[in-house]
């Protein structure tokens, strides 16, 4: 364990946040499986298990990517591309449907089932964090920047999209940001933009979803002209939140995770603040925004266009993905599938999360490393050392 320890390299205070949301996530998913236990035919501690299995898959796949020094990431990011476009085709047309969205891929012999939407995340943002950092001299030309760059973002979200609407417009924002960052033109970003406003026209129209989409947002825009059965998940929430109070009911004491759907995953927050109160709703928002602050300070510091925008892409994504959760189970969204980063249960989820933090450490490693090297020569250059040749005398 202590070898391992020093071997951990990066921003120590990203590791803690990881640590911190491990055990929120053990104690909010525990707490709250009870009734799909109960479905299932098993006890909670058997799925408590399988979760806690899967936390530590992360971390150990967490620790080995924050090892891989990140340029390496820019040459995976072309075959994760080439891999992830066919995955997406197929989930998009023979995946598995569950709650009417086809989004999965069974993965045979294991019982999960493998989120291509995940993977399209990394995919788009490595690639695009490698297009633009190795585009810049030429980064107005149309031709040989724009196009390409255009193209894999309105592909990856005409393809995520149609399922999967939420995700789509999510990872879509992030890569508005990185192409601003990335220093593309507005007249480009306008045109991506107007591109990706008739993609989705198009698919709010003749989507399969189509129906599921427009009912959730007039449900939000206008809750009286909806029915109960409609306003159950939000109501449910709603009353999880309100009888926290300040301090919460204590662990384990919740009664909505016995009412509300997917309370393990999507509604995990509001049984957060039932049993933890506003006091630990607070302090995850915290956690969040200081994970946030962290990886903007590794983006300003980041030596390399390449790094600075990878982590740059990475880490707003997760920040946006945690901050829409949040803000559907409190009521300022309407109701999405999406799920809280690396608190929610889940399964290949988690182990992408945990990739993505792997690689914002790597960020943050090689940041370190050259100023820890300055100062060990800093160190061995001082008063107390006379330096003859190759040979240092105390």
């Given at each position: 364990?202590?070898?391992?320890?020093?071997?951990?390299?990066?921003?120590?205070?990203?590791?803690?946040?990881?640590?911190?949301?491990?055990?929120?996530?053990?104690?909010?998913?525990?707490?709250?499986?009870?009734?799909?236990?109960?479905?299932?035919?098993?006890?909670?501690?058997?799925?408590?298990?399988?979760?806690?299995?899967?936390?530590?898959?992360?971390?150990?796949?967490?620790?080995?990517?924050?090892?891989?020094d990140y340029r390496y990431?820019?040459?995976?990011?072309?075959?994760?591309?080439?891999?992830?476009?066919?995955?997406?085709?197929?989930?998009?047309?023979?995946?598995?449907?569950?709650?009417?969205?086809?989004?999965?891929?069974?993965?045979?012999?294991?019982?999960?089932?493998?989120?291509?939407?995940d993977l399209a995340k990394?995919?788009?943002?490595?690639?695009?964090?490698?297009?633009?950092?190795?585009?810049?001299?030429?980064?107005?030309?149309?031709?040989?920047?724009?196009?390409?760059?255009?193209?894999?973002?309105?592909?990856?979200?005409?393809?995520?999209?149609?399922?999967?609407?939420?995700?789509?417009?999510?990872?879509?924002?992030?890569?508005?940001?990185?192409?601003?960052?990335?220093?593309?033109?507005?007249?480009?970003?306008?045109?991506?933009?107007?591109?990706?406003?008739?993609?989705?026209?198009?698919?709010?129209?003749?989507?399969?979803?189509?129906?599921?989409?427009?009912?959730?947002?007039?449900?939000?825009?206008?809750?009286?002209?909806?029915?109960?059965?409609?306003?159950?998940?939000?109501?449910?929430?709603?009353?999880?939140?309100?009888?926290?109070?300040?301090?919460?009911?204590?662990?384990?004491?919740?009664?909505?995770?016995?009412?509300?759907?997917?309370?393990?995953?999507?509604?995990?927050?509001?049984?957060?603040?039932?049993?933890?109160?506003?006091?630990?709703?607070?302090?995850?928002?915290?956690?969040?925004?200081?994970?946030?602050?962290?990886?903007?300070?590794?983006?300003?510091?980041?030596?390399?266009?390449?790094?600075?925008?990878?982590?740059?892409?990475?880490?707003?994504?997760?920040?946006?993905?945690?901050?829409?959760?949040?803000?559907?189970?409190?009521?300022?969204?309407?109701?999405?599938?999406?799920?809280?980063?690396?608190?929610?249960?889940?399964?290949?989820?988690?182990?992408?999360?945990?990739?993505?933090?792997?690689?914002?450490?790597?960020?943050?490693?090689?940041?370190?490393?050259?100023?820890?090297?300055?100062?060990?020569?800093?160190?061995?250059?001082?008063?107390?050392?006379?330096?003859?040749?190759?040979?240092?005398?105390?």
């Amino acid at each position: 364990m202590h070898r391992i320890l020093n071997n951990t390299k990066g921003d120590r205070w990203i590791w803690l946040i990881v640590i911190l949301l491990s055990v929120i996530s053990l104690l909010a998913v525990y707490s709250s499986v009870g009734t799909l236990a109960f479905k299932q035919g098993k006890g909670a501690e058997i799925i408590l298990m399988k979760h806690v299995f899967m936390m530590i898959g992360g971390i150990a796949i967490m620790y080995f990517s924050h090892k891989l020094d990140y340029r390496y990431y820019a040459g995976i990011s072309k075959l994760l591309m080439i891999v992830t476009v066919p995955l997406l085709l197929y989930t998009l047309f023979f995946g598995a449907h569950i709650n009417g969205a086809s989004r999965w891929i069974p993965i045979p012999g294991t019982g999960l089932s493998f989120q291509t939407s995940d993977l399209a995340k990394l995919a788009l943002i490595t690639y695009l964090a490698r297009s633009l950092s190795r585009k810049q001299e030429n980064i107005k030309d149309v031709k040989q920047s724009f196009i390409p760059i255009m193209g894999a973002v309105c592909l990856v979200f005409a393809l995520i999209g149609p399922a999967n609407l939420s995700t789509g417009l999510m990872l879509f924002g992030v890569s508005i940001l990185l192409l601003i960052i990335g220093r593309i033109s507005i007249k480009q970003i306008a045109v991506v933009c107007l591109a990706g406003a008739v993609l989705l026209a198009g698919m709010l129209t003749f989507g399969g979803r189509k129906g599921t989409h427009a009912s959730r947002v007039k449900v939000f825009l206008h809750p009286e002209l909806a029915d109960k059965d409609q306003l159950f998940q939000a109501n449910h929430a709603k009353i999880a939140i309100a009888s926290g109070g300040v301090f919460g009911k204590g662990p384990g004491n919740s009664t909505e995770k016995n009412y509300l759907p997917e309370a393990f995953s999507d509604e995990i927050y509001a049984i957060i603040i039932e049993e933890y109160g506003l006091v630990g709703g607070v302090a995850l928002v915290g956690i969040y925004l200081f994970l946030l602050y962290r990886c903007i300070k590794i983006v300003t510091k980041a030596p390399k266009a390449f790094g600075a925008l990878l982590a740059c892409g990475l880490s707003f994504s997760l920040a946006i993905q945690a901050f829409a959760n949040m803000a559907v189970a409190v009521g300022l969204g309407p109701v999405t599938g999406v799920p809280l980063p690396f608190v929610s249960m889940g399964g290949t989820s988690i182990l992408f999360t945990s990739v993505a933090f792997g690689i914002i450490l790597s960020v943050s490693k090689d940041i370190e490393e050259p100023k820890k090297k300055k100062e060990k020569e800093t160190d061995n250059s001082g008063p107390n050392k006379i330096i003859v040749g190759e040979i240092s005398v105390a």
